[in-house]
């Protein structure tokens, strides 16, 4: 299942565009609708369910009043101020990943059919949809409407809505009609049933992706806009949105803000799913084209609420008057609810980066160890794995029903495998960092690249090379560290940063070298796997396939994760799949830290609980504290 995207070091992607991108700006978290856990359905009439998980029994159960981590009583209004690198030129979540640069808090306007919990792992609820069922095979899923479910113009919230917005995003968005590729067809059963048929039975976690799709009005997009002109959905608009959300928006100017004000007249706002949450009478989206401008508004209080990705600023940038008073808080919050992937990735779609001993000389020759010490002090640790800190992660040889897994596909993946873990390279020391770089310098020369006047070419006399793309300045810093280690092996390496949406477009047509991207796995990985390494990805524009993945021995592995039969044989299939990627070379793994690292104005309540697997969860579950904020000073 998909889940929102975060950088630890302010280097990947924007969190606009494709994939993840897209989920990111529409759902506050992923793994929204889960099935298979509950009682067992019967064959001819399955049961109406009103809550599903892959992972046990749902913690709450029908009649819940409210989540565990809100609070039911938090006071409503005022308003809070979050900030974006960049700009916007589209409220049209359809066309995100495909054109424009898609605006951040469109998703307070949208809604999904189902409401993910934020203290539970794949356990979902009712939102626009009141409840589902499905059969045994997992051969379809049969939402129903909640009756009182409206959008802002009053019309209700019908199956033809939903109908529709299935059909726009298949038809309009490659990443999405991938990602529904095994949904075959959707149509109304009812006065308000939609039924969603699935050419795959078997694969458990078709009900649950269905539940992430974010309904559009059919009315409004078959209409005409204010220009008399017949809207189109195939496009960018910077017309209002109208959606079924908590929030609509108030007004907006594309290179500086956007602002949505709370609807008082919401029709969800007394569900269990919705209590004590969107407390803010307004939410304002603040943009900047500077990280360091951004970081230098939050100092001089022009927004209230940071995720800091830079080490250096952690370290050294918070010392000024509002901090050292109290008026500014930095906390850090555990990250529990998803392993990661960060790294240098290769566009195998270069001929020279298709043989993997230059990729792994690539790593060979990162000297994370003393990057660490000097560019980031000492925050961070390396990532191993594309599961990293979680169950899912590969250790030590396979074993058990893991190793059976990879006896199946033996012919398939690297022989590796079986014998040997994988383990970065350790440098940090000049002894370290002359045995990794001789031993770089070797596969070099094996893969038919020599060194010569001090350049490292082939026998054609080109010489090896590799542009770095970002979009962030901050990712100077570390590129640049790492350049002349890659130079001591006579490669020619260059940097280009380009602005966000000139990064968005190279991204989408794969125009590229190498690249930092973050994958962002949820505990339970299922059928986005497919746009992450699969082969049918790797030549999609916009696909999440970055490195341009083709190995028949990941595509049958990711087949097994989703496929799984039980949470023994996911984490297996997981582990064998982690493992398999590891041994290929694709990255060069970056690092990570084990908790999210934020600052805000002293201006907010929130919970006695905290969500488990989402905090800080800011604003979702935050309030506006009158006394807090008349003792920090500043707006009102």
Do not use: C
Request: proline share 6%; aromatic share 12%.
């Amino acid at each position: 299942m998909r889940i929102a995207r975060t950088t630890t070091s302010g280097a990947a992607r924007p969190r606009t565009g494709a994939g993840a991108r897209l989920w990111a700006a529409l759902a506050a978290a992923a793994g929204l609708l889960a099935a298979g856990a509950l009682l067992p359905a019967r064959a001819a009439e399955p049961d109406w369910r009103t809550a599903t998980s892959l992972l046990g029994t749902p913690k709450y159960q029908d009649g819940f009043k409210h989540f565990d981590y809100v609070n039911p009583d938090a006071p409503k209004g005022g308003a809070v101020r979050l900030a974006r690198q960049g700009a916007f030129d589209n409220f049209n979540p359809v066309v995100a990943g495909v054109k424009g640069q898609l605006e951040g808090g469109v998703g307070l306007v949208y809604e999904q059919l189902t409401e993910q919990a934020l203290d539970e792992v794949s356990t979902a609820y009712g939102l626009l949809a009141e409840a589902v069922r499905y059969p045994e095979d997992f051969s379809s899923v049969t939402y129903r409407l909640n009756s009182r479910a409206r959008w802002h113009d009053g019309k209700p919230v019908t199956p033809e809505d939903v109908i529709f917005s299935f059909e726009s995003y298949k038809a309009v968005s490659p990443q999405m009609a991938f990602y529904y590729s095994h949904v075959v067809k959707a149509e109304k059963t009812g006065e308000r049933e939609v039924t969603f048929t699935f050419d795959q039975p078997g694969n458990r976690e078709l009900p649950q992706i269905v539940g992430q799709l974010t309904i559009l009005p059919r009315h409004y997009w078959r209409g005409a806009g204010p220009d008399g002109k017949p809207r189109d959905i195939r496009n960018t608009t910077l017309e209002a949105p109208l959606g079924s959300g908590p929030y609509r928006l108030k007004g907006f100017d594309a290179q500086r803000n956007a602002v949505y004000e709370r609807v008082a007249d919401y029709w969800g706002k007394d569900l269990p799913t919705r209590i004590g949450m969107n407390n803010f009478d307004q939410v304002r989206f603040e943009y900047y084209r500077d990280s360091t401008v951004l970081f230098e508004a939050l100092k001089g209080d022009q927004y209230d609420f940071r995720v800091e990705n830079s080490a250096k600023n952690w370290a050294t940038g918070y010392d000024f008057p509002a901090v050292r008073d109290g008026r500014v808080v930095k906390e850090e919050f555990s990250e529990r609810a998803s392993g990661r992937m960060q790294g240098f990735v290769f566009n195998l779609r270069r001929e020279r980066f298709q043989d993997q001993r230059i990729r792994r000389a690539f790593n060979l020759a990162f000297d994370f160890e003393e990057m660490n010490k000097t560019v980031f002090y000492g925050l961070y640790q390396r990532i191993g794995s594309y599961f990293e800190g979680t169950e899912l992660a590969s250790k030590g040889l396979p074993e058990g029903l893991e190793k059976q897994i990879l006896e199946s596909v033996r012919d398939k993946v690297p022989a590796s495998v079986f014998t040997r873990p994988y383990v970065n390279p350790v440098n940090g020391d000049p002894t370290a960092v002359r045995d990794n770089l001789r031993e770089a310098d070797k596969l070099l020369k094996e893969a038919g690249w020599e060194i010569k006047g001090g350049k490292r070419v082939n026998a054609k006399g080109e010489q090896l090379s590799a542009e770095f793309l970002a979009y962030d300045p901050t990712s100077e810093r570390f590129i640049l560290f790492y350049k002349p280690s890659l130079e001591r092996l006579g490669i020619a390496v260059s940097l280009r940063i380009v602005d966000p949406s000139q990064y968005e477009n190279r991204m989408r047509s794969f125009d590229y070298d190498i690249t930092t991207d973050l994958w962002a796995q949820s505990l339970s990985p299922g059928n986005e796997q497919r746009d992450f390494w699969g082969s049918a990805a790797a030549d999609r524009p916009g696909s999440r396939n970055t490195a341009g993945i083709k190995d028949a021995g990941v595509d049958a592995l990711i087949d097994r994760v989703i496929f799984a039969k039980d949470r023994d044989e996911l984490v297996a299939a997981t582990k064998a799949l982690d493992r398999v990627l590891l041994a290929h070379d694709y990255v060069v793994p970056q690092w990570t830290t084990p908790t999210t690292r934020t600052a805000r104005w002293n201006r907010f309540g929130r919970p006695a609980t905290m969500p488990r697997y989402a905090s800080p969860a800011f604003p979702t579950v935050w309030w506006w504290d009158a006394a807090l904020a008349q003792k920090t000073g500043g707006r009102q």
